[in-house]
């Protein structure tokens, strides 16, 4: 008898800790969305440093899937103009909503940026910018943008 109250006590115990768990995950979820600024030179927390990365918690995430043109340096005069442009998009991007990831095949670059394929709404944000013609698919190299 003793047994058994101890195994439907022990059994309890696994349940209310399930549900714990469960609302502890419900209080987190895959999505968030945070104030997004654009990266200067102070400690970089939640901003936007060009096209295709930004800092988000701390943490310095690279969109996985899209190639944006170059800011710092910025090999001819077009590239600058839509590099700039594609930061600023991706600034109102970031900040119009909740944000998810999705890890790429690898989990970091060789600068050790989080390579994430993020979402809003569902839509995967290096998608948008590719139709905005402000990034290219990612092919696993960088081309040029001053062609």
Known sequence: MTLRVFAAAAGLSVLVIGILQSVASAQQPDSARDAFSICGSGQRITCVVDGDTFWFRGEKIRIADIDTPELSPPRCQRERE??????????DI?????LSFKGAARDEDRFGRKLRIVYRDRRSIGDILVAEGLARNWQGSRRSWCE
């Open 94 to 98: 970031l900040n119009s909503g909740p």
């Open 82 to 91: 839509l590099g700039l442009a594609a930061k600023n998009r991706l600034l």
